[in-house]
DNA sequence: GGCGATTATATCGCGCACGATCAAAAAGTC
DNA sequence: GACTTTTTGATCGTGCGCGATATAATCGCC
């Protein structure tokens, strides 16, 4: 077995699966001005609001350098606002503002649009999503 | 169930585990002055030598917004050559030079590095493939 | 063979990702 | 309490991804 070749490695698929994937959401995203990542992050928010970045960065398995100017870029969209910490100044909190979770509800259908867009086997989609798991456990 | 949380769809794992993955590749790729994108692209090449960059992109599913500036910088490395097809004045055909093709050779190990280092049970990458594999041919 | 439609690549702009580095605050150490 | 170390974000530079658009070559059709 040619272990060098494309359609050997489980690194290909992945990285097209998660671009198609991505571009499934963006059309919905787009009609609220809204990334990817941004939707991941909101996503994130709309559990954790008030998280610091930090937090956020955990979660989303992403570091300040990308999220400092994605949450400049939200808070200017007025989804979000951010101010230091008063018990560490170091850090720096999120807190959604009143559009920022008003997306909650108007986004709320969006993984089922997902579902029935994508039009994917719901077995195949659990077991998939169960075995990605356990590698990102693996690997985080 | 709260479709709306973050753990509950498929499209962060995917996310997560593509950029990952990714990470596990770039300490390999790095030592040859490569990045993820340039070396799937080499591993296409290797298997069709002369490719346009129209095929490239099928295969890779990327365009040319990506593709032209990517080879341009792996034509300055020295990895390939672009030229103008002769039939077709509007097709770019992308040939290999030695150091390109002498990667084949350097990088054969990294599949099997891969695998080692990720320690990831073998079925389940398998298992993962597959499903990939089905999802990517619904959605390409 | 002329001419509109299609195709292949290139260019531009923007938003991630991420390595490297920096600054400031906090925590730990003596 | 001064000093070192760690933690938290911010900044910078580079390389993707990709929508939108441009340009040139080819094709289809009469």
Chains 1, 2 share one sequence.
């Not at 919905?28 to 990334?35: K, P, R, V």
């Not at 398995?61 to 007025?78: D, G, I, V």
């Amino acid at each position: 077995m040619n272990n060098q070749q494309l359609d050997q490695q489980l690194c290909f698929p992945l990285y097209a699966a998660s671009r198609l994937v991505t571009r499934l959401y963006q059309p919905l995203l787009e009609q609220h001005n809204l990334t990817y990542t941004q939707y991941i992050v909101l996503m994130i928010l709309w559990q954790h609001d008030g998280a610091s970045v930090k937090l956020i960065g955990q979660k989303a398995l992403l570091s300040s350098n990308t999220l400092t100017p994605l949450l400049k870029r939200m808070e200017q969209a007025q989804l979000l606002k951010r101010q230091r910490s008063v018990n560490d100044e170091r850090s720096v909190e999120i807190n959604l503002t009143e559009q920022g979770w008003q997306l909650k509800t108007t986004l709320a259908c969006i993984p089922q649009q997902l579902i029935e867009q994508a039009d994917f086997d719901l077995d195949k989609a659990r077991q998939l999503k169960s075995l990605l798991d356990q590698l990102i456990t693996h690997l985080a």
